[in-house]
């Protein structure tokens, strides 16, 4: 696989900023057909989210302002892996600290990564379920609102404007394919 055409060579990176959330480099490329430049990139620590689905199909999501793009919308509960921390373990953590509840049983559902042509940035996805209330949540200044909501509503959620972060999306799109079964 490495010697496949097409594939880019990599001499080298610098830095141009970093911190712990964030590092955008410089990674000095070289392009199949032979020429060499600089190309950006931002690197992101891994993120976790959690699809908690309860024995009626409903799906817990919490409703949200992005300040950055200063929109609302419906999410599912989630954040960063801290360090040495397995993803499965960081998605069972912030669904505790955001949401106050715990799935009993907890598997892998999709992992993707959003912009691979600039951005590094690992999404582990988990599907939970037989949820268990533990109290209230911690976090505080994650949402306004959540709610159980039926996860066949997520096409219409979407569709409405109501669902539009990309990791909830696809989450719940493949829970749904999930659920359908094959041959759906």
């Not at 949200?64 to 801290?82: A, K, N, S, Y």
């Not at 953590?93 to 690992?122: D, K, M, N, W």
Request: hydrophobic share 40%; glycine share 10%.
């Amino acid at each position: 696989m490495n010697d496949e055409p097409g594939r880019w060579q990599t001499f080298g990176e610098r830095a141009i900023y970093a911190s712990p959330w964030v590092r955008l480099g410089q990674v000095d490329v070289g392009l199949p057909d032979g020429g060499r430049y600089w190309h950006h990139v931002v690197r992101l620590p891994p993120v976790v989210m959690m699809v908690l689905l309860d024995e009626a199909n409903r799906v817990l999501l919490l409703w949200r302002h992005r300040f950055i793009q200063d929109r609302w919308g419906w999410e599912l509960p989630g954040g960063l892996v801290d360090e040495g921390e397995e993803p499965a373990q960081a998605a069972v953590r912030e669904l505790a600290e955001e949401t106050g509840y715990r799935a009993r049983t907890v598997q892998p559902l999709i992992a993707f990564q959003p912009r691979s042509g600039t951005v590094e940035s690992q999404h582990f996805i988990f599907a939970g379920r037989e949820p268990e209330r533990l109290g209230d949540p911690t976090e505080v200044n994650e949402f306004s609102r959540l709610e159980w909501v039926p996860l066949a509503s997520a096409p219409g959620l979407i569709d409405s404007g109501e669902m539009w972060d990309a990791g909830t999306q696809l989450a719940l799109l493949r829970q749904l394919l999930i659920t359908a079964g094959p041959g759906q």
